[in-house]
């Protein structure tokens, strides 16, 4: 792994993203101390697929879904026990 300056990185950085975007990494110094490092992005390949309706059938959902424990929380609205 190559060091360059920041000034020379500011310089050269079209020719470091080349690099870098090869596979490369490079470390750009400020001073002699080291700041931030390139490094290439991934392209997405190696993260797992979504699988979409992996669970289809396997959950069933009421039919009063939306209305479940209605009488419950209006009597708590109400102060009713």
């Known amino acids: 792994m190559e060091t360059v300056n920041i000034h020379e990185a500011k310089t050269h950085l079209s ?3 080349e690099r870098v975007s090869k596979g490369e990494s490079v ?3 400020k ?3 080291p700041m931030v490092k390139l490094v290439p992005l991934d392209d997405g390949e190696s993260r ?6 992996f669970m289809d059938g ?3 959902v009421p039919d009063d ?7 419950v929380i209006l009597d708590m609205f109400e102060g009713r026990s």
């Open 15 to 17: 020719r470091l993203v």
């Open 27 to 29: 470390v750009i110094a």
């Open 31 to 33: 001073a002699g101390k």
């Open 48 to 53: 797992p697929l979504r699988r979409i309706g």
């Open 58 to 60: 396997e959950i069933q």
């Open 65 to 71: 879904f939306d209305t479940m424990g209605a009488d």
